[in-house]
């Protein structure tokens, strides 16, 4: 009964491959979120959805393809993967209300490495 | 450019110390400040919060500090137990949450 999941919890592939990981939670809220890791161990906001609509889209780049089917799962699709996208991406999610106070509920996170 | 910072990598102290652990912001606008813990494995947990109206707020053992004119935010855990050591992300926001680098803490017994 695990509030926040994402699958893979690991994932290793070559430079130029396509990959998603997948994000779902199951407390109720309405906001999802991906936050990204890098090496210098910043956390990072790359996209958020309120009720499947998007409402925070940093300075990704476009190969990052967020999808949110519906309020309680939001996936991120990762296309022609480059040696920078190496990284521990975190899922989160709060209620709306939540936002603005920052209390978030994150996933455990998919380490990526690409080779 | 990092609008959250936190200086210290690590910090080690010894059980039933305090534990004081720093941040620094540049943003004016931020509205409320966060404290969040993580394990290894795991995701971050919230562990408490601060509204920029206020300079203080505590939660049992954990009290955080705000200094606004400095831009600068506290966390002083009192005692310091071994199940405190973790890594401790400070974070801001502004509608979105703006997290720094974090500290490991290492409370040994």
């Known amino acids: 009964d695990t509030a926040v999941s994402q699958t893979p919890k690991y994932l290793v592939t070559q430079m130029g491959n396509d990959k998603s990981i997948k994000c779902e939670q199951n407390?109720?809220?309405?906001?999802m979120y991906w936050y990204k890791q890098d090496s210098k161990k910043f956390l990072k906001i790359m996209f958020s959805?309120?009720?499947?609509?998007?409402?925070i889209n940093e300075t990704v780049p476009n190969r990052f393809s967020p999808k949110s089917p519906d309020k309680a799962h939001l996936n991120l699709h990762i296309n022609s993967l480059e040696l920078g996208d190496s990284a521990v991406y975190f899922c989160?999610?709060?209620?709306?209300?939540?936002?603005?106070?920052?209390?978030?509920?994150f996933g455990e996170g998919s380490r990526l490495t690409v080779l | 450019d990092q609008q959250v910072k936190q200086n210290s990598p690590s910090l080690s102290v010894q059980e039933g110390r305090i534990s004081i652990l720093n941040c620094d912001y540049t943003?004016?606008?931020?509205?409320?400040f966060l404290w969040y813990k993580k394990y290894p494995a795991e995701g971050p947990t919230f562990l408490i919060s601060?509204?920029?109206?206020?300079d203080k707020n505590e939660d049992g053992r954990f009290t955080v500090f705000l200094n606004k004119s400095a831009k600068h935010l506290s966390l002083h855990i009192v005692p310091s137990q071994p199940g405190d050591s973790a890594v401790y992300f400070c974070?801001?926001?502004?509608?979105?949450?703006?997290f720094g680098q974090g500290t490991t803490l290492q409370v040994k017994p």
């Open positions: 989160a999610s709060s209620q709306v209300s939540q936002m603005n106070t920052g209390e978030l509920f």
């Open positions: 601060i509204s920029s109206i206020k």
């Open positions: 974070a801001a926001s502004t509608g979105k949450l703006i």
């Open positions: 407390l109720g809220h309405d906001t």
């Open positions: 943003n004016s606008m931020f509205d409320y």
């Open positions: 959805y309120n009720n499947k609509e998007l409402i």
